[in-house]
């Protein structure tokens, strides 16, 4: 089956700074990436994903990569706010439609 | 928040005892989904069930069981076979096998302890 991993499990960054969380991925056939936020004490929620067919995805100031080759997807966030602090799973899809999700990266930004 | 929802929010029950988990949507999702969340484990897959009356085991479903009886409502039940069932539990919904619509939306959640 699938097994993601996700790196890193902490990330404490400054008010301001740019944020990264890389995933990687087994399954070859996997070919929907998305990536969830889960503040504390609330349910996760989708942020941004990515396709296959895509090597890059924006949305203000979140975006993610994908190199399929290397099967690799990574989250980056710019300009980070302390309301970026949040939990962050990525996950993985194929033709099951049944996600596989990282371990989830605590990112705390300090003001 | 509306669209999946959870009750109750917290629960507590001694050892040795079942307890059923509610999860309801009026999203008219063909999917639901179980999962459990642990301090650095991820969100496992429990059960899940991608069409009324039919449902599959995930990654971790010893000591639990559920039911697809109706399109909403996918209870389920945490057995005293279960080994530690103290965790949040959280229940999601899609669309199934519409390639546009990966997304899953997740319920509240229930914080299970039992002692």
């Known amino acids: 089956g699938e097994n993601v991993e996700q790196h890193p499990s902490t990330l404490s960054v400054q008010e301001g700074d740019s944020a990264v969380i890389k995933c990687t991925y087994s399954?070859?056939?996997?070919?929907?990436f998305p990536w969830y936020k889960q503040e504390l004490g609330k349910r996760p929620q989708l942020i941004i994903d990515?396709?296959?067919?895509?090597g890059e995805k924006k949305d203000q100031r979140i975006a993610v990569t994908l190199n399929k080759t290397a099967k690799h997807f990574s989250l980056h966030i710019t300009e980070t706010q302390p309301e970026d602090s949040a939990v962050y799973f990525c996950a993985a899809l194929g033709g099951s439609y049944i996600p596989t999700f990282g371990r989830g990266t605590s990112l705390i930004v300090h003001p | 928040d509306g669209g999946i929802t959870q009750s109750p929010k917290y629960l507590f029950r001694k050892e040795g005892q079942n307890v059923t988990l509610s999860c309801e949507q009026n999203l008219n999702h063909d999917a639901m989904y179980w999962y459990r969340q642990d301090p650095g484990q991820g969100l496992r897959l429990i059960y899940y069930s991608q069409i009324v009356n039919d449902f599959q085991k995930g990654d971790i479903a010893e000591g639990y069981s559920v039911s697809r009886e109706k399109k909403e409502s996918f209870p389920l039940t945490v057995t005293s076979a279960q080994k530690n069932p103290t965790a949040f539990y959280l229940c999601?919904?899609?669309?199934?096998?519409?390639?546009?619509?990966?997304?899953?939306?997740f319920g509240p959640g229930t914080r299970l302890t039992v002692t």
């Open positions: 999601a919904s899609s669309t199934s096998g519409h390639p546009n619509s990966y997304e899953q939306y």
């Open positions: 990515i396709r296959s067919n895509v």
């Open positions: 399954d070859s056939a996997s070919n929907y």
